[in-house]
């Protein structure tokens, strides 16, 4: 994406249940914080274990599909307003910016104020906006090329029967003139064919 999205993602904060003592063998969730602190998005993705942490490490790693997908398990209620939002810019980089409008807003009417989802919301309905307007040209010029290709078939169609009778008409007109070359032919033969009459002798004169 190219436009300028605010992302704010919640700062990942776990709370020790006990004091860490240096003899205490580091869990699943302590060692992906380490991963994740350490840029290593996809392994404290696998290693967490809360939603919403896993969540931001997937989004971290440019996994907007799965991230997705972790922010809309969230349960926790100190952190659904960010989780909405997050939600939102994580269908916002896959292009879904129909869904992404739904999320800002639903971010909205838990908190009127928050700026970035309200910058959000009206950089994704201007994207929506744009797309929706190229879909419509697209469609307009598809059904214009469909109507300019009609126009042409008919045209054919309606050029064909006049080309036809033309070709017919010059068909007869050559068979009518065969034929009168054919009858002119046979009169000619049969005159030839008819025996010359002779000359009736004269009669001598008598001396």
């Known amino acids: 994406m190219t436009a300028r999205v605010a992302f704010i993602l919640l700062a990942l904060t776990l709370l020790a249940a006990a004091a860490v003592n240096a003899s205490w063998f580091r869990n699943a969730e302590q060692r992906a914080l380490d991963a994740f602190e350490a840029g290593d998005f996809d392994s404290a993705a696998a290693g967490f274990s809360d939603s919403f942490r896993r969540g931001v490490a997937l989004y971290r790693a440019e996994r907007f599909a799965?991230?997705?997908?972790?922010?809309?398990?969230?349960?926790?209620?100190?952190?659904?307003?960010?989780?909405?939002?997050?939600?939102?810019?994580?269908?916002?980089?896959?292009?879904?910016?129909?869904?992404?409008?739904?999320?800002?807003?639903?971010?909205?009417?838990?908190?009127?104020?928050?700026?970035?989802?309200?910058?959000n919301l009206a950089l994704a309905r201007g994207l929506l906006a744009k797309l929706e307007q190229e879909s419509f040209e697209q469609e307009e010029e598809q059904a214009t090329e469909q109507a300019k290709e009609q126009g042409e078939e008919q045209q054919e169609q309606s050029e064909r029967p006049e080309d036809q009778q033309q070709e017919q008409q010059a068909q007869r007109e050559q068979q009518e003139q065969e034929q009168q070359q054919e009858e002119g032919q046979e009169e000619q033969q049969e005159q030839g064919d008819e025996p010359q009459e002779q000359e009736e002798p004269q009669d001598e004169q008598a001396e």
């Open 66 to 119: 799965e991230a997705e997908a972790a922010f809309g398990r969230v349960e926790r209620a100190s952190v659904q307003t960010t989780a909405q939002y997050n939600l939102g810019n994580a269908r916002f980089m896959q292009g879904d910016f129909a869904g992404a409008i739904g999320a800002y807003e639903q971010v909205l009417s838990m908190v009127p104020d928050h700026d970035d989802a309200h910058h």
